[in-house]
């Protein structure tokens, strides 16, 4: 094995982007966005991997993981996730150990199709040609005019035929403002486009089943977390009571999080993070295990971390492209992707990797570590 095969070290990063207006869901408001960034250095070779995830989750890359990585094969990514795993037992996987582990996970997946020249798709092997996408955003704190420009945007702009937005107002405390905003929405989008929404767990069990009701008179066919996801038996038991697909599963960390959820019966689809659950590795693993329950798997925001794995396997069902996150990686790297007609082109301009590039010029206004 040549030295450029090697892992020689690891380099974190982190950088926090105030948003273009404040935002909110149901259940949290925030003004910035902090993504940190895991590079891994093979010879000449570089891989990028990322995580939306506090600052400190910088520290664990470069206290607890940069050392177990380095020196070990590139090629070997399952070796080095699960070694990273390991290495965070006393200090808590589920969290930002977990987001750690996810943003080196990828960088070393960057790093390994670098190295053979290829596509990350084409390394993992293609499942489809394209990556469906639903515009998302919606955020409790936007104006009407604000919420039409954002979604007719999506819909007659990029093309982009599905859309979600936020519901649950301050822990379902304004339903009927959800409800109107809902209305809203669907008067904007036209009847041909669908229509999702995401309650981040805002809602009681019986509340989210009232709410899907007259969710129901505007085509709604997506309730995300109608309540918390720490309750799968309560997932069920709306899931059983109302006609949209129920949606969770963006705060898993571990693999069993992801069985105890399917052995539930708690959602029509489920979701997965690769910037939290463990990387690209854990993941594919992720959708292989909905697969096995009959269901689609959906990825849940970071759409350039995802875009490479999610066209590799069969039950996709599509990719979040999260207003927040596309702004931030439209901003600090190269090469984006472009989703007119509501689909990415995974690899066709057969960039090695995940064929990002940071701009450092760009990124450095917003660096804070």
Known sequence: MTDRQVVERVDSAVCTVPTDTPEADGTLAWDSTTLVLATVHCGEVTGLGYTYAPAATARVIDDLLADVVTGTPVLDVPRANEAMQRAVRNAGLPGIAAQAVSAVDIALWDAKARLLGLPLVQLLGAARDDVPVYGSGGFTTYDDQRLDRQLRGWVEDEGIPRVKIKIGESWG?????????????????????????????????????????????????????????????????????????????????????????????????????????????????????????????????????????????????????????????????????????????????????????????????????
């Open 173 to 369: 405390r304004r339903e009927a403002r959800d409800l109107r905003r809902v209305a809203r929405a669907r008067t904007c989008i036209g009847e041909s486009a669908e229509l999702y929404v995401d309650a981040n767990g805002g809602y009681s069990a019986k509340q989210a089943v009232r709410v899907a009701a007259a969710l129901d008179d505007e085509g709604v066919t997506w309730f995300e977390e109608p309540v918390s996801a720490d309750r799968p038996e309560a997932l069920a038991a709306i899931r059983g009571r109302i006609t949209a697909d129920v949606a969770a599963g963006e705060y898993g960390y571990t693999l069993p999080y992801f069985r105890q959820m399917l052995a539930a019966g708690a959602v029509d689809c489920l979701q997965a993070d690769v910037t939290r659950c463990g990387g690209i590795t854990v993941w594919l693993r992720v959708a292989a295990l909905a697969l096995s329950h009959g269901l689609e798997i959906s990825g849940h925001c970071a759409p350039h971390a995802h875009a490479h794995a999610a066209a590799s396997v069969p039950n996709l069902r599509h990719l979040e492209w999260f207003h927040d996150h596309v702004r931030i990686e439209r901003l600090l790297f190269d090469k984006t992707l472009d989703p007119q007609g509501g689909a990415l082109p995974v690899g066709r301009d057969g960039a090695p990797g995940l064929g990002l590039r940071l701009d450092p010029e760009r990124a450095r206004p917003f660096r804070t570590h």
